[in-house]
């Protein structure tokens, strides 16, 4: 994909008064939806997926960051969200989808896309579908990165965030070179509250209890692909793409 291309998702990111340069079109554009627990590493195969196949990656979670710090004027639906957010309180579902909904001209990108993050609740999803049905613009496939607890445990409690910039580290996987400190600016390490094991603990309960429904809607619609989301990136990325790719064969089975 050419640089001038490549698409820079404003119109997500902003709203939809921002417009996106113009992406490559793709002859057959996948449009995927990634589901897994936090910790299984979504957002890094929601972009490899979009470097390879061309598909914008739409992160709710970087337009609820882009909003903190855009000088734009937010829409009523994500003024609304960012009140909540700065209370500590979780958005309510309403609020997403309004959120989403207004953004709905990127599903329709001409190379595709991966949301990541949304959505996270049965009623999101059926929205979505919804929506999806009535654009006329079905879903390829629906990804769920599944990892066992206990490995999500470590993933998550071995994390270590820099006080100062917010870099990321875990204690073996990706250890800083300084021990406590950061080795980008020199800021002390700590671990948040969230990624203590115990909290981690509850989260994934909180996690299986709101995803299960999600989770068999889209088995009972024949779109879930479950995936292992143990070993590397590179390795998950290889099993995701060797499962589209037997899908596609699959679903050019069934139209012959």
Not at 77 to 106: F, H, I, N, Q
Not at 139 to 146: D, G, I, Q, R
Not at 153 to 180: I, M, N, W, Y
Not at 201 to 227: H, K, N
Request: proline fraction near 6%; hydrophobic fraction near 40%; charged fraction near 25%.
């Amino acid at each position: 994909m050419s640089e001038q291309n490549k698409n820079d998702r404003a119109a997500w990111l902003q709203g939809p008064a921002a417009e996106c340069l113009i992406p490559e079109a793709q002859a057959n554009p996948w449009r995927l939806v990634l589901l897994g627990a936090p910790g299984v590493g979504k957002g890094t195969q929601a972009d490899l997926l979009h470097q390879r196949l061309g598909a914008c990656h739409l992160s709710t979670g970087d337009v609820f960051r882009a909003a903190t710090r855009t000088d734009c004027s937010p829409s009523p639906a994500m003024k609304e969200a960012l009140e909540y957010m700065r209370r500590g309180a979780l958005v309510p579902d309403a609020t997403v989808w309004e959120m989403v909904r207004e953004r709905s001209s990127c599903f329709r990108c001409r190379g595709g896309f991966v949301l990541d993050g949304f959505p996270r609740t049965l009623a999101q999803a059926e929205s979505l579908k919804q929506l999806l049905d009535d654009e006329k613009l079905p879903l390829a496939a629906v990804v769920n990165y599944e990892l066992p607890l206990h490995e999500i445990v470590d993933r998550l409690s071995g994390r270590r965030t820099c006080e100062k910039c917010k870099a990321v580290f875990h204690v073996t996987g990706q250890p800083s070179q300084s021990g406590d400190f950061c080795d980008r600016c020199g800021g002390r390490l700590f671990q948040r509250e969230d990624d203590r094991p115990e909290s981690v603990t509850v989260r994934m309960d909180a996690y299986e209890r709101s995803t299960a429904p999600l989770i068999q809607f889209y088995r009972d619609l024949g779109l879930l692909m479950p995936i292992a989301a143990d070993g590397s990136p590179e390795k998950i990325f290889a099993r995701t793409l060797t499962a589209l790719e037997a899908r596609l064969n699959w679903k050019a089975d069934l139209a012959s």
